[in-house]
């Protein structure tokens, strides 16, 4: 229904309020279809509009209550008045009253916003609308006129610009965050001064690239900016740690979160990225965790030296019984006995290089039943002989993805806090058992070490992770094993905490994530009788002891041995055009070339002459480079199934 609108003359005019066409008759004062007494009603029931008229000069001809209560005047002092007086005194200057008539006379509308002034001399925001009313025959005879007060708008419109504003300066003040922005396709839209830093990149160099440059080359083949992408879309959030790459090529351990960002429908718009560089963070995490092998290699020191005398004296033994003479089978028993000392001290050599050997955190699935079995003899190794040491380990209990270097490195740091609180002795128990689903994630186990030492109060066992803090006398410790401990259980995926009080011990458990695959097989030495030939063999070995045994057992075999002391003289012997069929050499040796580099020029002069070495020392080196490597000390079977092998497969 339209509604008519007199005032007082023949017009027609068109409006629209809040979606309410009005239609009137002005000639008549009749609304067509209605009643103009309701419309009149209706307009001054309004007061959040002013709705008023003004004929062609700008004067005021209606005054409804919504232009009372915004603009301040009663009727009776506004009508007659021209509406110029609404707006500041520089806007009157400038002609904008005499100018929004124009372009409502001309276009059919005027629509702006802008200053006006109320009947106190106060101002609001204006929304203005200025439509020209016509008669019948098309001539102007006034205007319709309708203003609303959106000044709280145009408050909250100001502070969001300025919050919006205060947001970018802040953004872009942040130097050790690299914070930006990616479309849904994952290319940059924007790069604060931290993102500059930290990648090297200027703005106008990277926007509109695709973030996956800052990815290293493994990480590409792998999929990985994709897979992250998806995740964040898929779950809300990404976070990981891993390499990203500068402009300049240089990598850098990042913290990257990536958060979807979508609109009021749920709509993806694109993405927020946040990267951190944490490579001295890293660098310090390994250092820490280095210093805390060498902690836990100096616990060993005192029981390995014990086991190592031990040992030394069984093979003593056994040779000085050989050297009296005595019947075969006597002596055969002797040299058994022997070699399970040798087998014994090698595992024991083998446990303190893993230990000492500087690597990252290496996650593999890991037998949990084989590596406490092991474990157990390291910390009894580390205790003293009045604590008992027992090992509560069920059936069925799952693999753990974790690095079992780290794990042994853990448990010993405990056992070594244990024993001190146990100063009279007392009960260790290592174990561990499955929990399911732990706190709603994927399956876990729990690892744990109980000690009947005399426990914590609950301020010393709510800083008892901190590094540093230590309640033993100066000297006596670090303050960096249980810190370690706590670490090591989080880079795995899982958690640590401690159970303690006063008289009545302290229990430290472990949470490890369950591992997906199933662990991979020792390996084990084959036994193998040695097998015998007549090649040339060129040994290069610097210990006046060891070499001449090597020599006599090979040529034992019937193989023609060459013998020399150091990389330089083997080189020499191939440089002067010596045959062999075999080079086998000592990694270790004096000189300028070691045995690694005698094998890189020999495999450059004769790339088809066959080359193992052997260390005492970590193999990673040399295997990395494709050579062969005997491990000492070695059964003199294993280097004759070597050189055989090697052999045939020249």
Known sequence: MAYGLDIGGPVSGHRMIEGLPLETDIATGEAQGGDSRRFQLLVDAIDDYAIYMLDATGVVSSWNSGARRFKGYEASEILGQHFSRFYTQEDREAGVPQRALAIATNEGRFEAEGWRVRKDGTRFWASVVIDPVRDEAGTLIGFAKVTRDITERREAQQALRESEARFRLLVQSVTDYAIYMLDPTGHVTNWNAGAERIKGYRSEEIVGEHFSRFYTEEDLAAGLPARAL???????????????????????????????????????????????????????????????????????????????????????????MIGRGGDKRRNARLVEAGMQAVDRGTKLIQQLMTFSRQRQMDVEPVDLRNALLSCIGLIKQVVRSDIEVTLALPSGVWPVQTDPVQLEVALLNLAANARDAMPAGGRLV?????????????????????????????????????????????????????????????????????????????????????????????????????????????????????????????????????????????????????????????????GAMNGLDLAREVKRLRAHLPIILSTGYSEEAAAQQGYQVLAKPYRIEELALAIGNALEAA
């Open 430 to 590: 290592l174990g561990a058992e499955n929990v399911g689903a732990w706190q709603g994630r994927a399956d876990a186990v729990r690892v744990y070490l109980s000690d009947t030492g005399g426990g914590m109060p609950p301020e010393v066992v709510a800083r008892a992770f901190d590094p540093f803090f230590t309640t033993k006398a100066t000297g006596k410790g670090t303050g960096l094993g249980l810190s370690q401990v706590y670490g090591f259980a989080h880079q795995s995926g899982g958690a640590a905490w401690i159970d303690s009080a006063v008289g009545a011990g302290t229990t430290v458990s472990l949470i490890l994530p369950r591992a997906a695959d199933a662990p991979k097989g020792s390996q084990v030495s084959p036994q193998a009788s040695a097998p015998r030939g007549t090649a040339r063999i060129l040994v290069a070995e610097d210990d006046p002891i060891l070499a001449p045994i090597i020599g006599s057992a090979l040529e034992d075999l019937g193989y023609n041995v060459t013998h020399v002391p150091s990389g330089q003289e083997a080189l020499d012997l191939i440089l002067a055009g010596r045959d062999f069929d075999l080079l086998f050499s000592d990694i270790v040796m004096p």
């Open 230 to 320: 998806a995740i964040a879309e898929a779950e809300g959030r990404y976070e990981k740690e891993g390499w990203r790459v500068r402009k300049d090529g240089t990598r850098f351990w990042a913290h990257v979160i990536i958060d979807a960002i979508r609109d009021d429908n749920g709509k993806l718009v694109g993405f927020a990225k946040i990267t951190r560089d944490n490579t001295e963070r890293r660098e310090l995490e390994e250092r820490l965790r280095h210093a805390q092998k060498m902690e836990a290699i100096g616990q060993l020191t005192g029981g390995m030296a014990h086991d190592f005398n031990n040992l030394l004296q069984a093979i003593s033994g056994c040779l000085q």
